[in-house]
């Protein structure tokens, strides 16, 4: 999954299918100058959305057809980081609790101050812009390790663990000048400040 | 006895009559007993020897009351004396029935008729004694066949009659038929149709005249039910059943058939079908309690646009950015979905109306009785056991009966449910009533099942808060408030052999005399 979290503006996706409901928040996120795209299912969104599209997903706990709930779990499953705020009735508790266990990052029960869901959603929002930046670098890391050659990535593994120039020559059977030149290219290619840095950015993306 | 012979020498006449005499008493099925003016027996014939176990040698010259148990037998010298002193008959020469002895002691019904012998002085007597044991046995029998019928009659409250179209004989009523019908047994003779007819409620009398009119045209039998007015004004629901019978040339001659009296029957039908009206309702009532969720959602769907639409125009207003299409717009909707909610309560007030609080006083026992009978079904289904419990004291409480059963079935429902998956020789429910020490009338409902947790149990009485796939989490939370109101408390611990035991109370009413 590639995504760029600076190119694209972030759009709030409501899916509710009360239609009244669903424009009324079109109409309050236009008063406060979002981007909205209204949904009056959980499917026509599915159908609809792109992964890369940054914002989040003001979603109806409640639905006929495929319910919040499923609608959360679908995304789940396809890795999506969409953020997701519940819209939830007052008896809808439970629900709302498995939604949070789920992964949303909130839920506000219907009905609510204008105030209240607006501050929800700037805050699901930079959890967005947050996520997706933090995604854009673990792909970059990713690319940069990809640029390693074998010998590089076997030297790359033992400096992550701690070893010395010396005992990496004795475990791969090197000169200790070869590893020093292995070690300058890796801190290199791999765009590294520091050592701390470089191990930094090898656990970011999960290689140590 | 006059035998007519002609020239019969005097000698031969005597002898002729004497081995006459002996054939009568030796042919005879009585018994014939000879005796003096003493008592003293000077005969007794072969069917006397039979009956009282004797040989005629053995009893020559005793006392004739050797044949007789006391107090017969005392009496029996004053009897003889006084008919000579006085020359009055007591039992001679009239039949009289007493218990007469055997030589082996043994007694026996016995008739007796004693006469004197012509032309003797002193006197002497001839004594026919016949055994009646049959026949008193058979009149018994009868005696006590009918009691039993009539005992019979008096538990089923049913009454037979036979009515006779011949003019012959008085229809006969049995003595139940008496009550059956409101009269007292004894009450003046009158036919059975012609009481009965007056009797039937105008509203079965066609119906009764026309049962009656098919089974005289020929039809088998007649079986109906209806309802008949007593003199006393109670009405009260008969099953009549009739037949008749024919001469061999068709004409009616009688007619025989049984009144049974069904009222109680009737009214426990009754009662039945008003209960299960009254669960029915309620279990809209329970249903309206679930519907709760969906109506509050259904309520705040509108509130919901409308508090966005307002606040949302505010905004734009504010920041000076608005059209007069896109707040006419909203404006609009706001109208629209405020009369959207205002739909939705409407229908919810209708659907409550209907609902009326009815306190009686009632026994507690009688309440988880009647539960259980409801229940009964379920949990047999499930294989569950139900034991009750009930207080000896038989306390009152003040009570909406289908609102507690409901909550007392939501409980065992809950039970049924808990012991899904323990072994069947462990589902059991215990239902008990008593009365706790702060004198409150406590209901219990005890199961083996796999129990509550702390975490929830203190989430139980939550609304909304299930455990059960496809539950609604309102059960115990409408049944606490149904509780409450009573005045009661509603709670649950575990049960000390595993399970779960739910309690609730209800404040017990002081029995007063005039009521029960």
Same mark, same amino acid.
């Given at each position: /999954?590639? &995504?760029? !979290?600076?190119? #694209?503006? %972030?759009?709030? +996706? =409501?899916?509710?299918?009360?239609?009244?409901?669903?424009?009324?928040?079109?109409?309050?996120?236009?008063?406060?100058?979002?981007?909205?795209?209204?949904?009056?299912?959980?499917?026509?969104?599915?159908?609809?959305?792109?992964?890369?599209?940054?914002?989040?997903?003001?979603?109806?706990?409640?639905?006929?057809?495929?319910?919040?709930?499923?609608?959360?779990?679908?995304?789940?499953?396809?890795?999506?980081?969409?953020?997701?705020?519940?819209?939830?009735?007052?008896?809808?508790?439970? /629900?709302? &609790?498995? !939604?949070?266990? #789920?992964? %949303?990052?909130? +839920? =506000?029960?219907?009905?609510?101050?204008?105030?209240?869901?607006?501050?929800?959603?700037?805050?699901?929002?930079?959890?967005?812009?947050?996520?997706?930046?933090?995604?854009?670098?673990?792909?970059?890391?990713?690319?940069?390790?990809?640029?390693?050659?074998?010998?590089?990535?076997?030297?790359?593994?033992?400096?992550?663990?701690?070893?010395?120039?010396?005992?990496?020559?004795?475990?791969?059977?090197?000169?200790?000048?070869?590893?020093?030149?292995?070690?300058?290219?890796?801190?290199?290619?791999?765009?590294?400040?520091?050592? #701390?840095?470089?191990?930094?950015?090898?656990?970011?993306?999960?290689?140590? | 006895?006059?035998?007519?012979?002609?020239?019969?020498?005097?000698?031969?006449?005597?002898?002729?009559?004497?081995?006459?005499?002996?054939?009568?008493?030796?042919?005879?099925?009585?018994?014939?007993?000879?005796?003096?003016?003493?008592?003293?027996?000077?005969?007794?014939?072969?069917?006397?020897?039979?009956?009282?176990?004797?040989?005629?040698?053995?009893?020559?010259?005793?006392?004739?009351?050797?044949?007789?148990?006391?107090?017969?037998?005392?009496?029996?010298?004053?009897?003889?004396?006084?008919?000579?002193?006085?020359?009055?008959?007591?039992?001679?020469?009239?039949?009289?029935?007493?218990?007469?002895?055997?030589?082996?002691?043994?007694?026996?019904?016995?008739?007796?008729?004693?006469?004197?012998?012509?032309?003797?002085?002193?006197?002497?007597?001839?004594?026919?004694?016949?055994?009646?044991?049959?026949?008193?046995?058979?009149?018994?029998?009868?005696?006590?066949?009918?009691?039993?019928?009539?005992?019979?009659?008096?538990?089923?409250?049913?009454?037979?009659?036979?009515?006779?179209?011949?003019?012959?004989?008085?229809?006969?009523?049995?003595?139940?038929?008496?009550?059956?019908?409101?009269?007292?047994?004894?009450?003046?003779?009158?036919?059975?149709?012609?009481?009965?007819?007056?009797?039937?409620?105008?509203?079965?009398?066609?119906?009764?005249?026309?049962?009656?009119?098919?089974?005289?045209?020929?039809?088998?039998?007649?079986?109906?039910?209806?309802?008949?007015?007593?003199?006393?004004?109670?009405?009260?629901?008969?099953?009549?059943?009739?037949?008749?019978?024919?001469?061999?040339?068709?004409?009616?001659?009688?007619?025989?058939?049984?009144?049974?009296?069904?009222?109680?029957?009737?009214?426990?039908?009754?009662?039945?079908?008003?209960?299960?009206?009254?669960?029915?309702?309620?279990?809209?009532?329970?249903?309206?309690?679930?519907?709760?969720?969906?109506?509050?959602?259904?309520?705040?769907?509108?509130?919901?646009?409308?508090?966005?639409?307002?606040?949302?125009?505010?905004?734009?207003?504010?920041?000076?950015?608005?059209?007069?299409?896109?707040?006419?717009?909203?404006?609009?909707?706001?109208?629209?979905?405020?009369?959207?909610?205002?739909?939705?309560?409407?229908?919810?007030?209708?659907?409550?109306?209907?609902?009326?609080?009815?306190?009686?006083?009632?026994?507690?026992?009688?309440?988880?009785?009647?539960?259980?009978?409801?229940?009964?079904?379920?949990?047999?289904?499930?294989?569950?056991?139900?034991?009750?419990?009930?207080?000896?004291?038989?306390?009152?409480?003040?009570?909406?009966?289908?609102?507690?059963?409901?909550?007392?079935?939501?409980?065992?429902?809950?039970?049924?449910?808990?012991?899904?998956?323990?072994?069947?020789?462990?589902?059991?429910?215990?239902?008990?009533?008593?009365?706790?020490?702060?004198?409150?009338?406590?209901?219990?409902?005890?199961?083996?099942?796999?129990?509550?947790?702390?975490?929830?149990?203190?989430?139980?009485?939550?609304?909304?808060?299930?455990?059960?796939?496809?539950?609604?989490?309102?059960?115990?939370?409408?049944?606490?408030?149904?509780?409450?109101?009573?005045?009661?408390?509603?709670?649950?611990?575990?049960?000390?052999?595993?399970?779960?035991?739910?309690?609730?109370?209800?404040?017990?009413?002081?029995?007063?005399?005039?009521?029960?």
């Amino acid at each position: /999954m590639r &995504v760029n !979290a600076t190119n #694209a503006r %972030a759009t709030i +996706f =409501i899916v509710d299918d009360d239609m009244a409901v669903r424009d009324a928040l079109k109409l309050l996120l236009r008063s406060v100058g979002q981007a909205v795209e209204t949904y009056g299912s959980a499917q026509e969104f599915l159908d609809a959305y792109s992964e890369d599209r940054p914002g989040c997903l003001v979603l109806d706990i409640r639905m006929p057809g495929m319910s919040g709930l499923e609608l959360q779990q679908k995304l789940n499953e396809k890795h999506s980081i969409l953020p997701i705020i519940f819209i939830t009735g007052h008896g809808d508790v439970p /629900m709302a &609790v498995e !939604a949070m266990q #789920a992964g %949303a990052v909130d +839920f =506000i029960q219907k009905p609510f101050r204008d105030q209240d869901l607006i501050d929800r959603i700037n805050q699901a929002l930079e959890k967005d812009s947050n996520n997706r930046a933090a995604l854009g670098e673990r792909n970059d890391i990713r690319k940069r390790l990809e640029t390693l050659t074998p010998r590089e990535r076997e030297v790359l593994d033992l400096v992550v663990h701690g070893k010395a120039n010396k005992v990496i020559a004795g475990d791969l059977k090197l000169s200790q000048r070869t590893v020093e030149i292995h070690r300058a290219r890796v801190m290199e290619k791999m765009q590294a400040s520091s050592l #701390a840095h470089l191990v930094r950015m090898v656990l970011e993306v999960g290689q140590a | 006895m006059t035998v007519l012979r002609v020239a019969e020498p005097q000698e031969e006449r005597a002898q002729r009559l004497e081995r006459e005499f002996q054939a009568v008493l030796d042919a005879a099925v009585d018994a014939v007993v000879l005796f003096d003016h003493e008592g003293r027996i000077e005969l007794l014939n072969h069917a006397g020897e039979r009956m009282f176990g004797y040989n005629e040698e053995e009893v020559i010259g005793l006392k004739v009351n050797i044949l007789l148990p006391e107090p017969y037998r005392s009496q029996h010298d004053d009897y003889l004396r006084h008919y000579i002193d006085a020359g009055e008959p007591r039992i001679i020469g009239i039949g009289r029935e007493l218990s007469a002895k055997r030589r082996d002691g043994s007694e026996f019904s016995a008739e007796l008729a004693v006469g004197r012998v012509k032309g003797t002085e002193p006197p002497r007597f001839v004594g026919f004694i016949r055994d009646i044991t049959v026949r008193r046995n058979a009149e018994e029998a009868l005696r006590r066949s009918e009691a039993q019928l009539t005992i019979a009659q008096e538990i089923a409250n049913l009454g037979n009659y036979v009515v006779h179209f011949d003019g012959k004989f008085e229809d006969y009523w049995s003595p139940h038929l008496y009550r059956v019908l409101g009269r007292r047994y004894g009450d003046t003779y009158v036919s059975v149709y012609d009481y009965l007819e007056p009797m039937v409620h105008p509203a079965d009398r066609a119906r009764w005249q026309q049962a009656r009119d098919e089974l005289e045209a020929g039809v088998k039998s007649m079986d109906i039910e209806y309802r008949v007015i007593h003199p006393d004004g109670s009405l009260r629901y008969v099953h009549h059943i009739a037949q008749t019978t024919r001469s061999p040339d068709g004409r009616v001659l009688r007619q025989v058939g049984t009144l049974h009296d069904i009222t109680d029957r009737r009214r426990a039908e009754d009662e039945a079908r008003q209960m299960q009206d009254r669960i029915t309702h309620f279990g809209r009532i329970s249903t309206m309690g679930e519907m709760a969720a969906g109506i509050a959602h259904e309520v705040n769907q509108p509130l919901t646009a409308i508090a966005t639409y307002a606040q949302a125009c505010q905004r734009l207003i504010a920041a000076g950015e608005w059209t007069q299409e896109e707040i006419g717009s909203a404006l609009e909707q706001i109208g629209a979905q405020a009369l959207r909610a205002g739909e939705v309560i409407r229908r919810l007030r209708t659907f409550v109306k209907n609902r009326e609080v009815r306190r009686e006083q009632i026994e507690a026992n009688r309440i988880l009785e009647d539960v259980l009978t409801l229940a009964q079904t379920d949990a047999r289904h499930n294989g569950v056991r139900m034991v009750l419990e009930l207080s000896p004291q038989a306390p009152l409480v003040q009570a909406d009966t289908v609102q507690i059963q409901q909550v007392i079935l939501n409980l065992i429902r809950n039970s049924i449910d808990a012991m899904v998956d323990v072994p069947e020789a462990r589902r059991e429910i215990v239902l008990r009533t008593r009365i706790d020490t702060e004198g409150d009338v406590e209901f219990m409902v005890a199961d083996r099942g796999m129990g509550v947790d702390a975490a929830t149990m203190a989430e139980l009485f939550n609304p909304f808060f299930t455990t059960k796939p496809g539950g609604t989490g309102l059960g115990l939370s409408i049944s606490r408030s149904i509780v409450r109101a009573h005045g009661g408390k509603l709670w649950c611990n575990s049960n000390p052999g595993g399970g779960a035991r739910f309690f609730f109370t209800l404040p017990a009413v002081p029995a007063s005399p005039g009521s029960s």
